[in-house]
């Protein structure tokens, strides 16, 4: 050692001896190293992805909803992406990890709705459309900073500068219409009924996933009498027996099922039998998917509007018909004669009451049977028919493949591969179904169908023509042709809201 050697000073030694003189602190404080590399990584750029030549590896992040808070889950299922990206890009791909959240439609509203019912005993129908989703926006601010932030902190190294929301602007004004003019007009799109799982009270929220629970139900046993052909056919008077958990659905009975090839029916297959609570006859089916021999009596009541496989069966003998007896509310509608107006609960006693009186009812079992509840108002789910909007799945009237079998084509030539490889079968048994998809809902949060409801006023003055206050324009109909004629200004049109 150089002991001449001069004692170095300056800025540069100034620095060293401060640092060295800094006093290590007695233990470790995550927090304080956290947020100090995390700061440091975002300044640095290490999770930023630009275009380059180098081999591309991309994770697009699950986007939670913005609901709440993230759980543990969510911590596993990121970390595991996490470190996956790191890998890649330490082996020198492009590696990108596009990060985001859900508006989650159905969820987010039925969480808000159920606040605000809650704090000022008020439905969205009491708000108004733009008061419930300026609603939403705020609690999407809060709920998405928090959730974003919960992922900096778990480290996730995501490309933060490419955050998404799956309702901004970037696609929100315009992908929705866009796709869905496309489509218009094509077979692929029709608007039809669909028996929509729904329930009541409708503030609660939606109906996206279904509980079964077991729940103590009466099991009814009730007849309905069979027309004869003739005065002298059946002199003695014949009935068919069923059973039913909801006897005030009889009031939309379109039909009562056996099956083919039950031997103690075929003779009334073809006849009819009488509804005692309203006189409506209608028709004894044979259905080999719906009725069960090997079940109760054998027969089973139809009601298409009130039931998913009693619309099913519908579908396959539409000259039954259908007839919805509820409003929206759960009330029984004018369809239900007397009874229109009743709560379906008040109904359902007031029919066994009256099948009671005439005559019709053998007698009641309690037993626990499967009952389906809404996962989100955890109510019962109760089975409502409505017009929606439906994209058609199955091949094309020219005999062309349709959506699901170009789906299922993309996975049988390897376009398209699950990890691991044995869910492609479950992905392709249900699109080997080829059901229409639904694709409306009843919520003022999230995309909305560019579809409106016109409402007209017609010009007394003017023979054949009428009004639409909502377009501001002027229409005419003549010889069974409407052409516009006129257009008003107005302050705003539903295609800008």
């Not at 902190?153 to 500068?161: F, H, R, T």
């Not at 069923?242 to 039909?255: H, K």
């Not at 089916?285 to 009725?291: E, P, R, S, T």
């Not at 062309?400 to 691991?420: C, I, N, S, W």
């Given at each position: 050692?150089?002991?001449?050697?001069?004692?170095?000073?300056?800025?540069?030694?100034?620095?060293?001896?401060?640092?060295?003189?800094?006093?290590?602190?007695?233990?470790?404080?995550?927090?304080?190293?956290?947020?100090?590399?995390?700061?440091?990584?975002?300044?640095?750029?290490?999770?930023?992805?630009?275009?380059?030549?180098?081999?591309?590896?991309?994770?697009?992040?699950?986007?939670?909803?913005?609901?709440?808070?993230?759980?543990?889950?969510?911590?596993?299922?990121?970390?595991?992406?996490?470190?996956?990206?790191?890998?890649?890009?330490?082996?020198?791909?492009?590696?990108?990890?596009?990060?985001?959240?859900?508006?989650?439609?159905?969820?987010?509203?039925a969480?808000?709705?159920?606040?605000?019912y809650?704090?000022?005993?008020?439905?969205?129908?009491?708000?108004?459309?733009?008061?419930?989703?300026?609603?939403?926006?705020?609690?999407?601010?809060?709920?998405?900073?928090?959730?974003?932030?919960?992922?900096?902190?778990?480290?996730?190294?995501c490309?933060?500068?490419?955050?998404?929301?799956?309702?901004?602007?970037?696609?929100?004004p315009?992908?929705?219409?866009?796709?869905?003019?496309?489509?218009?007009?094509r077979?692929?799109?029709?608007?039809?009924?669909?028996?929509?799982?729904?329930?009541?009270?409708?503030?609660?929220?939606?109906?996206?996933?279904?509980?079964?629970?077991?729940?103590?139900?009466?099991?009814?046993?009730?007849?309905?009498?069979?027309?004869?052909?003739?005065?002298?056919?059946?002199?003695?008077?014949?009935f068919?027996?069923?059973?039913?958990?909801?006897?005030?659905?009889?009031?939309?009975?379109?039909?009562?099922?056996?099956?083919p090839?039950?031997?103690?029916?075929?003779?009334?297959?073809?006849?009819?039998?009488?509804?005692?609570?309203?006189?409506?006859?209608?028709?004894?089916?044979?259905?080999?998917?719906?009725?069960?021999?090997?079940?109760?009596?054998?027969?089973?009541k139809?009601?298409?509007?009130?039931?998913?496989?009693?619309?099913?069966?519908?579908?396959?003998?539409?000259?039954?018909?259908?007839?919805?007896?509820?409003?929206?509310?759960?009330?029984?509608?004018?369809?239900?004669?007397?009874?229109?107006?009743?709560?379906?609960?008040?109904?359902?006693?007031?029919?066994?009451?009256?099948?009671?009186?005439?005559?019709?009812?053998?007698?009641?079992?309690?037993r626990?049977?499967?009952?389906?509840?809404?996962?989100?108002?955890?109510?019962?789910i109760?089975?409502?028919?409505?017009?929606?909007?439906?994209?058609?799945?199955?091949?094309?009237?020219?005999?062309?493949?349709?959506?699901?079998?170009?789906?299922?084509?993309?996975?049988?030539?390897?376009?398209?591969?699950?990890?691991?490889?044995?869910?492609?079968?479950?992905?392709?048994?249900?699109l080997?179904?080829k059901?229409?998809?639904?694709i409306?809902?009843?919520?003022?949060?999230?995309?909305?169908?560019?579809?409106?409801?016109?409402?007209?006023?017609?010009?007394?003055?003017?023979?054949?023509?009428?009004?639409?206050?909502?377009?501001?324009?002027?229409?005419?109909?003549?010889?069974?042709?409407?052409?516009?004629?006129?257009?008003?200004?107005?302050?705003?049109?539903?295609?800008?809201?």
């Amino acid at each position: 050692m150089n002991r001449d050697r001069p004692i170095p000073s300056g800025p540069a030694h100034d620095e060293v001896e401060t640092a060295m003189t800094t006093e290590l602190p007695k233990g470790y404080d995550p927090h304080e190293a956290q947020q100090r590399w995390l700061a440091f990584w975002s300044a640095q750029g290490y999770e930023h992805s630009r275009p380059d030549a180098r081999e591309p590896y991309t994770i697009v992040i699950p986007p939670p909803n913005v609901t709440g808070a993230l759980h543990m889950g969510h911590a596993l299922n990121n970390t595991l992406q996490d470190v996956l990206i790191r890998w890649r890009r330490m082996q020198g791909y492009n590696a990108l990890w596009m990060p985001g959240t859900d508006h989650a439609g159905i969820a987010t509203q039925a969480v808000v709705e159920r606040l605000i019912y809650a704090q000022e005993k008020k439905t969205r129908r009491d708000l108004g459309r733009e008061e419930l989703v300026s609603r939403i926006w705020a609690w999407k601010d809060k709920y998405e900073a928090r959730i974003l932030g919960q992922l900096r902190q778990l480290g996730a190294s995501c490309d933060w500068q490419r955050t998404r929301f799956t309702l901004d602007p970037v696609w929100r004004p315009r992908r929705a219409p866009d796709l869905f003019q496309d489509v218009q007009g094509r077979p692929d799109l029709p608007r039809a009924n669909a028996c929509k799982l729904g329930h009541a009270p409708a503030h609660l929220g939606g109906r996206r996933r279904n509980l079964h629970r077991g729940h103590q139900e009466r099991l009814l046993d009730l007849q309905y009498p069979v027309k004869p052909r003739d005065e002298y056919s059946n002199p003695a008077g014949e009935f068919i027996r069923f059973s039913t958990t909801r006897p005030e659905t009889m009031l939309g009975d379109t039909a009562v099922c056996v099956h083919p090839s039950d031997a103690r029916y075929q003779h009334l297959i073809g006849k009819t039998v009488t509804i005692p609570l309203n006189g409506r006859e209608i028709p004894i089916i044979a259905d080999g998917l719906l009725a069960d021999p090997a079940l109760g009596t054998g027969c089973v009541k139809v009601t298409p509007a009130h039931d998913p496989n009693d619309y099913a069966c519908w579908q396959r003998h539409p000259e039954i018909g259908i007839i919805n007896i509820l409003n929206p509310d759960g009330t029984i509608n004018a369809e239900g004669g007397k009874y229109a107006g009743m709560d379906r609960y008040k109904a359902r006693e007031a029919v066994v009451q009256e099948m009671e009186t005439q005559g019709f009812f053998e007698g009641k079992e309690d037993r626990v049977i499967p009952l389906k509840y809404s996962d989100r108002s955890k109510t019962p789910i109760e089975p409502y028919l409505s017009d929606q909007w439906f994209v058609k799945m199955g091949d094309r009237d020219d005999g062309t493949p349709g959506f699901a079998q170009q789906a299922m084509a993309a996975v049988d030539d390897g376009r398209v591969k699950f990890f691991p490889a044995r869910y492609a079968n479950s992905y392709l048994d249900w699109l080997a179904e080829k059901r229409d998809w639904c694709i409306s809902r009843q919520l003022w949060w999230g995309h909305q169908i560019p579809v409106w409801s016109l409402r007209t006023i017609p010009l007394p003055a003017l023979s054949g023509m009428f009004a639409c206050p909502e377009l501001g324009t002027i229409f005419q109909e003549q010889d069974g042709k409407i052409s516009l004629i006129a257009t008003i200004p107005t302050r705003s049109s539903p295609m800008e809201k």
